[in-house]
């Protein structure tokens, strides 16, 4: 298995900033692609932005130009610095990752236990 520890959620003014890690752990698997969803109350979860093991980036239309995904490989975290927040912004984020089984090559998707990000004045 893989577990995903998110940290860095809380409150924000409308036009700050906050940034979200989430390591990942699982000496059997190969982390491959890893992002930031976010699910706002009565709404589906939505893809925020993704990070290939290369460093290739994509992000949602909304959140172009204010936010910014990274990682670093050799400690398995991806972060996502969130500026100019807005109220809209306001969801449960939630990490993903794609990660490949060592010993047969089978992908798995995992996620993590979401945190709370709430832009409010």
């Known amino acids: 298995q893989v577990q995903l520890v998110e940290s860095g959620g809380g409150l924000a003014q409308p036009g700050g900033s906050l940034r979200l890690s989430c390591a990942a752990s699982?000496?059997?698997?190969?982390?491959?692609?890893m992002g930031w969803y976010h699910q706002a109350p009565g709404k589906p979860r939505e893809l925020v932005a993704t990070?290939?093991?290369?460093?290739?980036?994509n992000y949602a239309d909304s959140v172009k130009g204010r936010f910014t995904i990274s990682r670093d490989n050799a400690k398995n975290t991806v972060y996502l610095q969130m500026n100019s927040l807005k109220p809209e912004d306001t969801a449960v984020y939630y990490c993903?990752?794609?990660?490949?089984?060592?010993?047969?090559?089978?992908?798995?998707?995992?996620w993590g236990q979401g945190t709370q990000v709430t832009v409010s004045s």
């Open positions: 993903r990752a794609v990660a490949a089984r060592r010993t047969t090559f089978n992908s798995f998707l995992f």
């Open positions: 990070i290939s093991s290369g460093g290739s980036t």
């Open positions: 699982g000496s059997d698997f190969v982390i491959n692609t």
